[in-house]
C-alpha cells in the first residue's frame, strides 16, 4: 500500500528525471520506475546507496590528492548525466575515488580507457535493487539476493594498458549487462556494459571508481585518481573531480 507522502516522492522525482533527461536530450525514463524513496529527515530525497563497507573509513582527508587523470569517459559521446555523489562524498564515497552518475537504465557504459578486463559479475538480478541493509537482508531472505557480494551489484573492473594508472571500475549495471568477459582487452570507447540500479541503489546510476592495481575484487579498494569528461554547455574537456549537481557528458572515443 502506497502511502500519500510515497506518492508524493513519486511525483516529484518524476518531474526530476524528466528535467535531467531533457537536460541530456534524452526523453526516456525507461527504468526510472524502479526508483524507491528514501527519506532523510522528513525530507523526500532520493539518494542513492552502495557499497557499505568501506563506510568512515580513511576520511574525506584521504581524497585531497587527485592522483593519475583517467584519460576518457564511462559515458559515450553526448550522453550526460548529473552528479549525484563526488569524489569522497559523505553518503558512501568516504575515502573513495569514485563518482555516481544517474542515467537511465540501459545506458551504454563504456571503457575509459584501453585494458584488460580483470573480474566482472552480471548475475543479480534487476530485483536485487535496495535501498538499506535491511532491505538487503529481506531479499536474501527471499531468494532474490546472493548471500554476499550484491552490495556494488553487477560491475566491471579493468586493468589500463598504460601501467601508470589505477584500475577503473563500474557498478550496479543491470542484471546481464556485462558485454566484455574476463581477461578480454577492451579499448577506449568501447561499449562494455549497460547501467542499472543493482545492489545498493535506489535508482538508476552509474558508480565510477578507480581501484587499487591487483586488488580488484568486490569490496574494490580505493586508488586516487581524478576524472574526464566534456561540460554540457561549452563541449569543454574537463579534468578533476566534478562538483555534486553538474551535469557531466561523455567523451568521443579517444577524446
Ligand atoms: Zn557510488
Known sequence: MM????????????LLLLSFAAACGSPTTEGM??????????NATP???????????????????????????????????PI??????????????SIDIAINYNTSVVSPAGGTVVTARSNIPDTCSYPNL????????TGECPETGTDYGN?????????????????????GGVDVVLGEHVTQGQVIGHSGSTGFSTASHLHFGCVTRGSESGTFPTAACSFTWRARDSNAVQTGQP????????LAAGG
Open 3 to 14: 502511502t500519500s507522502t510515497t506518492d508524493l516522492w513519486k511525483s516529484g522525482a518524476a
Open 33 to 42: 520506475s524502479n526508483a524507491q524513496p528514501v527519506t532523510d529527515g522528513g
Open 47 to 81: 539518494v542513492y546507496e552502495e557499497d557499505r563497507e568501506g563506510v568512515g573509513e580513511g576520511g574525506s582527508s584521504t581524497c585531497a590528492e587527485p592522483g593519475a587523470t583517467i584519460p576518457g569517459f564511462v559515458l559515450a559521446e553526448n550522453v550526460c548525466g
Open 84 to 97: 549525484r555523489q563526488t569524489v569522497c562524498g559523505s553518503f558512501t564515497h568516504a575515502g573513495k575515488y
Open 134 to 141: 535491511d532491505g538487503r537482508d529481506a531479499l536474501r531472505l
Open 155 to 175: 560491475y566491471i573492473a579493468i586493468a589500463p594498458d598504460d601501467p601508470n594508472l589505477p584500475s577503473l571500475y563500474v557498478a550496479h549495471l543491470k542484471e
Open 243 to 250: 562538483e555534486e549537481g553538474d551535469t557531466v557528458c561523455g
